[in-house]
């Protein structure tokens, strides 16, 4: 049996018909706009080009928070602009109305996702978090997702690290994803120089530039203090990172590693690990919310 896995991101709408074993099968790709009407049409649009014979439902992982229950967007709608109260399962129905719908938050499907098949197959209890032009998170124990009273649970990118620091489009002052991402790298590479180059560039320069190399231990000593600070409240059997930033792991992840070691206060069995699924993640976890669920 087949599923189509939808992944609603900043800057495309990625798709794809994928089968029980987590594999791609076909996948498309749109443009993701500032209007909220043409996303839903495109949403459309790709799962009429996936649909086939033999799919049993239809998943979609979007930003913001999630009523996974109604399948809709609360009005915290992530990085999306007029995507709040958008009643994605309904829209979906009117078109599909045969079809199981599922909804859900779009890290949370990234967790599905490394549960399913990835890194944390054998775990009871973890804590993922997504490292991209945000920081996105989810909490998995007692075989569900932490959500909270209202949909707003596991909001880990708006956890405040830094009291009245960098300004957060959420409204906030000092939120984690301002420190603890790959935009946070770029904007401490900005402070030190008032150079504005990307990521990638960064992690090239460190071999050789004082202050590529002092925005990345920046970066490091932020997510360490973090972690450990995530580690004291939910005490999970494991963190996994997962996002884009990880294709260049080799440049901090040992750093990282060794600043967690140094702060905390009980060093014990948890373990760090890296994500197996990168930027797929998403839309296998959203087909996993058919092909996986209990």
Same mark, same amino acid.
């Given at each position: 049996?087949?599923?189509?896995?939808?992944?609603?991101?900043?800057? &495309?709408? $990625?798709?794809?018909?994928?089968?029980?074993?987590?594999?791609?099968?076909? &996948?498309?790709?749109?443009?993701? &706009? /500032?209007?909220?009407?043409?996303?839903?049409?495109?949403?459309?649009?790709?799962?009429?080009?996936?649909?086939?014979?033999?799919?049993?439902?239809?998943?979609?992982?979007?930003?913001?928070?999630?009523?996974? =229950?109604?399948?809709?967007?609360?009005?915290?709608?992530?990085?999306?602009?007029?995507?709040?109260?958008?009643?994605?399962?309904?829209?979906?129905?009117? $078109?599909?109305?045969?079809?199981?719908?599922?909804?859900?938050?779009?890290?949370?499907?990234?967790?599905?996702?490394?549960?399913?098949?990835?890194?944390?197959?054998?775990?009871? @209890?973890?804590?993922?978090?997504?490292?991209?032009?945000?920081?996105?998170?989810?909490? $998995?124990?007692?075989?569900?997702?932490?959500?909270?009273?209202?949909?707003?649970?596991?909001?880990?990118?708006?956890?405040?690290?830094?009291?009245?620091?960098?300004? #957060?489009?959420?409204?906030?002052?000092?939120?984690?994803?301002?420190?603890?991402?790959?935009?946070?790298?770029?904007?401490?590479?900005?402070?030190?120089?008032?150079?504005?180059?990307?990521?990638?560039?960064?992690?090239?320069?460190?071999?050789?530039?004082?202050?590529?190399?002092?925005?990345?231990?920046? %970066? #490091?000593?932020?997510?360490?203090?973090?972690?450990? @600070?995530?580690?004291?409240?939910?005490?999970?059997?494991? %963190?996994?990172?997962?996002?884009?930033?990880?294709?260049?792991?080799?440049?901090?992840?040992?750093?990282?590693? =060794? $600043?967690?070691?140094?702060?905390?206060?009980?060093?014990?069995?948890?373990?760090?690990?890296?994500? /197996?699924?990168?930027?797929?993640?998403?839309?296998?976890?959203?087909?996993?919310?058919?092909?996986?669920?209990?």
């Amino acid at each position: 049996m087949n599923a189509i896995g939808i992944d609603i991101g900043g800057m &495309s709408i $990625y798709a794809g018909l994928v089968d029980e074993e987590a594999n791609i099968i076909k &996948s498309v790709r749109y443009k993701t &706009s /500032k209007d909220r009407e043409e996303n839903l049409k495109n949403i459309i649009m790709a799962i009429d080009e996936l649909m086939i014979d033999k799919v049993e439902g239809i998943g979609i992982g979007s930003p913001g928070s999630i009523d996974h =229950k109604k399948g809709r967007v609360t009005q915290l709608s992530g990085n999306i602009e007029n995507w709040a109260y958008t009643d994605i399962k309904a829209h979906i129905l009117r $078109y599909y109305p045969d079809y199981l719908i599922r909804v859900e938050n779009d890290a949370n499907v990234a967790a599905l996702c490394e549960k399913w098949k990835g890194s944390a197959t054998d775990l009871e @209890s973890f804590v993922l978090l997504t490292l991209g032009t945000g920081l996105g998170g989810s909490v $998995y124990v007692n075989s569900d997702f932490v959500r909270g009273q209202n949909f707003k649970g596991a909001e880990l990118g708006h956890a405040i690290l830094f009291p009245g620091g960098r300004n #957060c489009f959420c409204g906030q002052r000092g939120c984690a994803e301002k420190y603890v991402s790959a935009s946070a790298i770029m904007t401490n590479y900005y402070n030190l120089t008032g150079e504005n180059i990307d990521t990638k560039e960064i992690f090239q320069k460190s071999k050789n530039d004082l202050d590529a190399k002092s925005a990345i231990d920046k %970066f #490091c000593h932020d997510l360490a203090i973090y972690l450990v @600070s995530l580690k004291n409240i939910f005490d999970p059997e494991a %963190f996994i990172i997962a996002g884009g930033i990880l294709k260049a792991h080799e440049n901090w992840w040992d750093l990282m590693k =060794k $600043y967690y070691n140094e702060y905390i206060n009980i060093s014990d069995a948890t373990q760090i690990l890296r994500a /197996k699924f990168l930027s797929d993640a998403g839309l296998i976890g959203a087909a996993g919310l058919i092909l996986a669920r209990d």
